[in-house]
T-cell receptor, first 111, second 116 residues
Framework: DQQVKQNSPSLSVQEGRISILNCDYT??????FLWYKKYPAEGPTFLIS?????DKNEDGRFTVFLNKSAKHLSLHIVPSQPGDSAVYFC??????????FGTGTRLTVIP | DTGVSQNPRHKITKRGQNVTFRCDPI?????LYWYRQTLGQGPEFLTYFQNEAQLEKSRLLSDRFSAERPKGSFSTLEIQRTEQGDSAMYLC??????????????FGPGTRLTVL
């Protein structure tokens, strides 16, 4: 069963606007959440993370929000740039164990 | 370059052959993970090591798969008697954390396996 879900396979956004990528999870034991960015033929690149004791973490243009009651997290990118075009994966873990990944959302930033 | 490295980057083999992949983690990272990714899916966990000890194996890791991490440094993943369903991208990741808060895992470029 898919414990981490990304229900939007794709998203298109105009350059300079905000991109919002969403992720839902089912396992209430997850206590650490991460976002990765992936280009074709490369491994995932770590972007930003958040622990379950927080509800927001910010790093430059990237902000992750966590809503534990709804088992939902989101990644906000503002302003979006053409170089942000990639596949974004949400991931979650229990402690320092293996990551469970969603199926990814392909973001296209239109110049 | 001090990132995670994987070799080979691409491997084409015939069904029934054995293949071995290598992963060199970031220096001093004590945790090493193997994942597999197929088209349209996110990476799926296979196994992980803390130093030289293999701590967990996924049910995806059939008895044809074996992984080692001698001396807690590089790791190898071997697939025996390959099947067409083994075709995938095999990803290795390492992490410096084994306790406390935080589980950032840093991935290598992957090995793309094609079984004909």
């Amino acid at each position: 069963d898919q414990q981490v879900k990304q229900n939007s396979p794709s998203l298109s956004v105009q350059e300079g606007r905000i991109s919002i990528l969403n992720c839902d999870y089912t396992n209430s034991m997850f206590d650490y959440f991460l976002w990765y960015k992936k280009y074709p033929a490369e491994g995932p690149t770590f972007l930003i993370s958040i622990s379950s004791i927080k509800d927001k973490n910010e790093d430059g243009r990237f902000t992750v929000f966590l809503n534990k009651s709804a088992k939902h997290l989101s990644l906000h990118i503002v302003p979006s740039q053409p170089g942000d075009s990639a596949v974004y994966f949400c991931a979650a873990s229990v402690g320092a164990n293996n990551l469970f990944f969603g199926t990814g959302t392909r973001l296209t930033v239109i110049p | 370059d001090t990132g995670v490295s994987q070799n080979p980057r691409h491997k084409i083999t015939k069904r029934g052959q054995n293949v071995t992949f290598r992963c060199d983690p970031i220096s001093e990272h004590n945790r090493l993970y193997w994942y597999r990714q197929t088209l349209g899916q996110g990476p799926e966990f296979l196994t992980y090591f803390q130093n030289e000890a293999q701590l967990e194996k996924s049910r995806l890791l059939s008895d044809r798969f074996s992984a080692e991490r001698p001396k807690g440094s590089f790791s190898t993943l071997e697939i025996q008697r390959t099947e067409q369903g083994d075709s995938a991208m095999y990803l290795c990741a390492s992490s410096p954390r084994d306790r406390g808060i935080g589980n950032e895992q840093f991935f290598g470029p992957g090995t793309r396996l094609t079984v004909l």
